[in-house]
Nanobody, 119 residues
Framework: QVQLVDSGGGLVQAGGSLRLSCAASGRTFSRYGMGWFRQAPGKEREFVAA????????AYAASVKGRFTISRDNAKDTVYLQMNSLKPEDTAAYYC????????????WGRGTQVTVSS
């Protein structure tokens, strides 16, 4: 089992920045690839970004590429999502996730942190 606690959400104006964090506990963090997903009201959960176990490979949704950066610190068992140039359409609950093989099919989820971007 892996427990994930995501944090760092809040209210920010359009054009602003936020950094989300996800602290992991339980099994060895470095065994897992990590990712972020988001879900806006009335919409399905969607992929945002993913990073492999070493941090050497990343993937992003087209809608956030160039604005968001995913990173991880295996010494701290933490993954981050730096979000810049935020837009109102980025408003959603953001969820941290851990996967063993397919970043689109996580094995574990955080509880989510709310990001609201005002125009």
């Amino acid at each position: 089992q892996v427990q994930l606690v995501d944090s760092g959400g809040g209210l920010v104006q359009a054009g602003g920045s936020l950094r989300l964090s996800c602290a992991a506990s339980g099994r060895t963090f470095s065994r897992y690839g990590m990712g972020w997903f988001r879900q806006a009201p009335g919409k399905e959960r969607e992929f945002v970004a993913a990073i492999n176990w070493s941090g050497g490979s990343t993937a992003y949704a087209a809608s956030v590429k160039g604005r968001f950066t995913i990173s991880r610190d295996n010494a701290k068992d933490t993954v981050y999502l730096q979000m810049n140039s935020l837009k109102p359409e980025d408003t959603a609950a953001y969820y941290c996730a851990a996967h063993t093989s397919n970043f689109m099919r996580p094995d574990y989820w955080g509880r989510g942190t709310q990001v609201t971007v005002s125009s």
